[in-house]
């Protein structure tokens, strides 16, 4: 099952990236259409953060606080740790030669797909159970001795939490990634970036102990390297001309 899912998901990825019919003079332009960046990008951002650490304290803080309240804390983390992201991401890309960045962007999405597939065999079943297990230990330890129960206070904490959870996390390398690359214009990623984190959000704070039960970290890995190797071969072709 989990080959046809990730089959079907890379042929999606190719139909996704393949470029709208475009016109002589739009053919010489290197970015991609915005429409198909918004929607992989945000699959890619879905599924990354779907059974994350970040997804389960969402999930757990909603539990404890008034879900509205959690969600703007943690979306507003996710969506401050992007625009970071984003910005170090184009400040590289601006520092480069223009004809190496094609190559970079695709070196870059190659490997780390790779590393993805690679981390992928190394999950466990209970992969999900032990990112859950790390996300209530983190919010325990930050509401040990305290209590939150003001709008603004439990916005703070899920600030925080997500926040520094997702420093260093492989969706913040990704965004870094994704901005390198030529043919991602800026507010088609940002836009396909918190449509997949605010997504994942909502879910997690509304359906969250039902969906945390049924992810399956590694075909979450497999699908998202999948993807990453599409966007490594859109860049070469990109790079080759």
Known sequence: MSIVGGLAFL?????????????EEDEKSTHLSAKNV????????????LGDKTFFMALILATRHRRSWVF?????????????SL???????????????????AALFGGFGLKLLIDARGL????????AEDAEA???EAESGQHFTTAWSVIWEAFVLVFL????????????????????????????????????????????????????ERLLYQLSGGLFLVFGLVSLKQALG
């Open 11 to 23: 042929f999606f990825g190719a139909w996704t990236l393949r470029g709208d019919e475009l016109s």
């Open 38 to 49: 918004v929607i992989a990008v945000g699959t890619v951002f879905f599924l990354a953060e």
């Open 72 to 84: 703007v804390g943690a979306f507003a983390a996710l969506a401050v740790v992007t625009l970071i």
């Open 87 to 105: 910005g170090l991401g184009y400040g590289l890309r601006e520092l480069l030669p223009a004809a190496s960045v094609p190559w970079l962007a």
């Open 124 to 131: 466990g079943r209970d992969a999900a159970a032990e990112e």
């Open 138 to 140: 983190a919010v325990n």
């Open 165 to 216: 959870a997702e420093l260093g996390d492989r969706t913040q390398f990704a965004t870094m990634f994704l901005a390198t690359a030529p043919g991602f214009g800026l507010a088609a990623l940002l836009a396909g970036a918190l449509l997949g984190h605010g997504l994942v959000t909502a879910l997690a704070v509304n359906a969250g102990q039902w969906i945390g039960k049924r992810v399956n």
